[in-house]
């Protein structure tokens, strides 16, 4: 029987058929991606910010076990700059093929308010893979300040409006945004100050030039214990078993003041279902050792676990809060 001519349909199908075969080659055989890419090439774990902090801890520690499993390397990268702008861009704009991801922290989606310019969507540009711990803040005041109690704080900022200041590693981090939330949720002025970091900040604050700030809580915990700084409260809705005397915010009963930080893993928007479903297991399970649970305490952080879906919740409802927010105090990343 002679050929039937090729019309441009057929052609157009053909070509889309061969497109699609090339496309599904270059992930792999169908084995290899229903497990999520074993036994492929190198993953970069993208950390936005610089090593020696939370984010960085939980990249360093998840990557050893999850090449184990997934025999294939995974190299953690710190890409800075930006308030972790800059490498959440790498990642958005990577192939969407399990060779990449991010290890980030609630900043990224505060950073979706604070810098509508940034040139990418979080929540629609990345997808969640899983949630892989919190992180608490303490609310401290420095002895020379004579505050004393949380509520002695804001019955200080009620007597001299904008009188008080407090520091934050800079403008937009969860430390400056969680006393923005208590000032506006008490209605009272307290005047910040943003430092190039948490040193420079915790310095000043021992030293005397401003009063009280948001802390994560393993870095204020020595400085508590010696007696340098008062505790007021913590940003959980229950104490801390480090600090058990310590009330949380809430008992303000001002509304919703639970300021604690998410951390997760995430993906290019694009990457296979399979692909993310089998990181999400291993990191289920990486993260109930009870070896993580100790690495993860020494920066102040419980591990914690969540389908992709929730963690997706999670980030959608954060955006939302925390850009209402900024809204409502006239915050700019400035």
């Known amino acids: 029987m002679p050929a039937l001519p090729m019309t441009p349909f057929t052609f157009h199908s053909r070509r ?31 950390v936005p910010f610089t090593p020696g902090t939370g984010i960085d801890l939980i990249a360093r520690q998840i990557a050893p076990p999850l090449a184990d499993r997934l025999k294939r390397p995974f190299i953690v990268e710190n890409k800075v700059g930006a308030s972790g702008n800059i490498g959440t861009q790498d990642v958005v704009r990577s192939a969407p093929d399990g060779s990449t991801l991010l290890v980030s922290v609630n900043t990224l989606v505060m950073n979706r308010a604070l810098y509508p310019k940034a040139g990418f969507d979080p929540l629609t540009e990345l997808a969640p893979v899983a949630l ?19 509520q002695g704080l ?24 969680a006393m923005e939330l208590l000032k506006n949720r008490a209605k009272v002025s307290l005047t910040h ?13 021992l030293g005397g030039q401003i009063e009280t700030m948001f802390l994560p809580i393993h870095v204020a915990l020595q400085h508590v214990k010696a007696g340098s700084l008062k505790a007021l409260a913590i940003s959980s809705d229950k104490p801390s078993p480090l600090l058990p005397q310590v009330p949380p915010l809430k008992t303000l009963n001002l509304g919703e003041l639970n300021v604690d930080m998410w951390y997760g893993v995430l993906a290019p928007a694009g990457t296979p279902r399979p ?46 809060r925390w850009a209402e927010l900024i809204k409502a105090q006239g915050i700019t990343a400035e």
Do not use: C
């Open 275 to 320: 692909v993310i479903d089998r990181l999400n297991k291993e990191l289920g399970e990486i993260l109930a050792q009870p070896a993580i649970a100790t690495a993860f305490q020494t920066q102040g952080m419980t591990p914690d676990h969540s389908t992709p879906e929730a963690f997706g919740q999670i980030m959608a409802a954060d955006a939302k």
């Open 16 to 46: 889309r058929r061969l497109l699609l075969a090339a496309a599904a080659a270059s992930l792999g055989t169908p084995a290899a991606r229903a497990q999520g890419g074993a036994g492929q090439g190198p993953v970069r774990l993208v």
């Open 132 to 150: 892989t711990s919190w992180g608490q803040l303490l609310l401290v005041a420095n002895q020379a300040s004579q505050i004393d109690s949380l």
């Open 154 to 177: 804001l019955a200080k900022a009620r007597a001299r409006p904008g009188s008080i200041n407090y520091g934050s590693p800079g403008a937009g981090t969860p430390h400056h945004l």
């Open 193 to 205: 100050i943003a430092y190039r970091g948490t040193g420079p900040a915790v310095t000043d604050l």
